[in-house]
Every structure is written in structure tokens, then in C-alpha cells.
């Protein structure tokens, strides 16, 4: 049973940074897509970044892009997402997500994809 557990919210100004981190444990299958998502009150689930743990640049949802950057330390088992040039419009619970996949393939923004999630993180960017 694959466990996630972020860490890493909080609140900043707007143009500020954050960085999430997502501590995982428990893998029992050799390769993942890990995401990240969002989601707002009132809101659906947005993904908003994944990777392979396999190796691989990530992919972004576009309202990220270059904004903010997913990697990961596979000798840690942490997932992270720095964010950069934070706006109001960020503000959400972030969570991160494991799907145990050969590749983040066109699904990876699909919540119901993703059979593993941690507990969430807020993060409120203030203007």
C-alpha cells in the first residue's frame, strides 16, 4: 500500500515561492507517474504537474508552466514541487498523487487515474 504524505504549504505574497515536498512509502510495483494536483473550494481536481519515476522531464498543466517545476529524489522517495511567481489564482489544496504506470501518458491529469493520494497541503497566495 503506497502512503503519501506532503508537506511544504503555507501562505505567501503573491509573486513569492513555495516548495512542496510528498514523502512516499510503501511502493510495491517498480514504476510510478507521480502527480501533483490542486483543487480550490468550489472547484474540481486540477492536475497540475507529473513525472515518471523512471526518469524524465515532467509534464505541466499550462497555467504552471514555467512557473513551476516538479522533480524528484528517488534515493529519498520524495516527490517536490517548487513554485515560483506564486498568484492568488494558486491558492488551493495541493496533493500528490502515485499511479503505477510505465509512463505519464495523456492521463496523467485525470484524478480517477491515480490510485494513491496524500492528505493535501494548503497553500493561500495573498495579493
Known amino acids: 500500500q503506497v502512503q503519501l504524505v506532503e508537506s511544504g504549504g503555507g501562505s505567501v505574497q503573491a509573486g513569492g515561492s513555495l516548495r512542496l515536498s510528498c514523502a512516499a512509502s510503501g511502493y510495491t510495483y517498480r514504476s510510478y507517474c507521480m502527480g501533483w494536483f490542486r483543487q480550490a473550494p468550489g472547484k474540481e481536481r486540477e492536475g497540475v504537474a507529473a513525472i515518471f519515476t523512471g526518469g524524465g522531464g515532467g509534464v505541466y498543466a499550462d497555467s504552471v508552466k514555467d512557473r513551476f517545476t516538479i522533480s524528484q529524489d528517488n534515493a529519498k522517495n520524495t516527490l517536490y514541487l517548487q513554485m515560483n511567481n506564486l498568484k492568488p489564482e494558486d491558492t488551493a489544496m495541493y496533493f500528490c498523487?502515485?499511479?503505477?504506470?510505465?509512463?505519464?501518458?495523456?492521463?496523467?491529469?485525470?484524478?480517477?487515474?491515480?490510485?494513491?493520494w496524500g492528505q493535501g497541503t494548503q497553500v493561500t497566495v495573498s495579493s
Open positions: 498523487a502515485a499511479a503505477h504506470a510505465v509512463w505519464c501518458g495523456s492521463s496523467w491529469p485525470e484524478a480517477p487515474w491515480y490510485a494513491y
